[in-house]
Structures are given as C-alpha cells and as structure tokens.
C-alpha cells in the first residue's frame, strides 16, 4: 500500500490526520520527546500493533530524520521476544529493504556483547538492574525463566546501539500496543522508572503514540502508569 497515494484519493482525511500526528501531538506542551526518541517509541508501537504499511511509512520519516539504521535494526531485534518470531519476521525485511533501497551495507556493525557462556550472567545483571535484587534468582524458578534471562535479557539487553533506557521505553511501547499484556506493562513502567523513566516521560511517550495506536490502549497504558506509581 502507498500511503502517500491517501493524499490524493482520501485528502480531507490526511490532512486532518497530518495535522493531529505530526503537529498537533508533537508540539503539546509538555508532552515533547527528542526526535530519536519519539520515532523509536512510534516504531516500537508500530511492532507491537502488527501495522506493516504504517511502519514502512514512519521508517521512512525516521531515516529521513537520521535516526541510525542500527538503531531501528536494534528496536526490531528486540521485539522478537515480545512479540515472537512471527510476528517480527516481516518488519525486519521491510527494514532491510528501505536500508538497501538507500544503499545501506547490511549487515550492519555487530552489537553483540555475549556469548552462550555469559549470556546467563549478563542477561542476570541487567534484571537485577532494571527490576532490582529479587532478580537474582528469579531464573531457578523454571525454564521459561532461564530463559527469560539468558535469551531475552542476555541476547538482546546486552547489546550495544541501544542504551538501557531505550530498551525499557520500546519494551513499554511493545506491550502497550499489543494488549492483553497489562501485568507485564505495570511491571515495565517499574523498570521504566527504576531507570530514570519517570512517569512524565512515560505519558510523554504515550502521547506521540497516540495517533498510531488509538485511544483506547493509550488509556489502558496511563491507568499501568498510574499503577506502577502507587505499587
């Protein structure tokens, strides 16, 4: 689909919604995000929501906007533990395609910083980081978090091109945009804060999301702030 062709056969529509997403919403007061930070946050939401066409058209903006190409590539690595394989599969080759589109050598620089031998160790220590002392054992508990830890936390944490703050955003921005994962947002706002996220900056991220995910899982999102807050 070719968004830009909206302009023509839908014009009243776009122009209103031009006028809310890249106006209205950006320039609130107090509710502004650095760019780079902003387009992560609307491509993770974009991930989280399955919205394809939307996604190719907001990556295109990014990269016209010089968000790094590693960056971006990073957001959609990690999304494939909260979103599954799946699911992440065709936004990495909408992502790859724009890249070579822009003759972008791919693959891009390595961001690794484990192996299989300490991926259980690091991806521990960054738990414990963002959700605190509890975390240490919590990978005994089963598998799945074993897991948890060494996959999701020592695979994709680790790695450079994002910083730790930024992981944690887009995280909250996968499960806002997916639904049905409220525990799991309650308790990433907590490792938002921990972090240094407050909850203003949570709303923040919340409102540029907005108009790519609607009303109604923003609303659920700001009552897990709030949550998350009180807890």
Not at 77 to 82: E, F, G, K, M, V
Not at 96 to 101: C, D, M, R, T
Request: hydrophobic residues 40%; charged residues 25%.
């Amino acid at each position: 689909m070719d968004i830009k062709k909206l302009y023509e056969t839908d014009k009243e529509f776009m122009e209103r919604f031009e006028y809310f997403a890249f106006d209205e919403v950006v320039n609130e007061k107090n509710q502004e995000l650095d760019v780079e930070t902003r387009y992560l946050a609307i491509l993770a939401v974009l991930l989280g929501s399955q919205a394809k066409e939307a996604f190719q058209f907001i990556l295109s903006k990014a990269l016209d906007k010089k968000v790094s190409p590693i960056m971006i590539k990073e957001t959609v690595y990690q999304s494939c533990d909260y979103l599954g394989f799946g699911k992440m599969l065709p936004f990495l080759e909408i992502t790859n395609n724009e890249l070579s589109q822009r003759s972008i050598s791919l693959p891009l620089q390595s961001q690794t910083t484990t192996t299989l031998e300490t991926r259980l160790k690091n991806g521990i220590d960054v738990q414990v980081q963002i959700f605190g002392e509890h975390m240490e054992d919590a990978w005994k508990i089963n598998h799945i978090n074993r897991w948890l830890a060494e996959n999701c936390f020592g695979d994709y944490y680790t790695r450079t091109g994002l910083s730790l703050v930024h992981r944690e955003m887009i995280t909250f921005c996968f499960l806002m945009s997916q639904g049905g994962c409220e525990p799991q947002l309650v308790a990433h706002a907590k490792g938002n804060m921990n972090l240094g996220n407050d909850d203003k900056f949570l709303m923040r991220v919340v409102s540029q999301c907005l108009p790519y995910i609607g009303y109604p899982r923003c609303l659920n999102a700001i009552t897990c702030i709030k949550k998350a807050l009180d807890e």
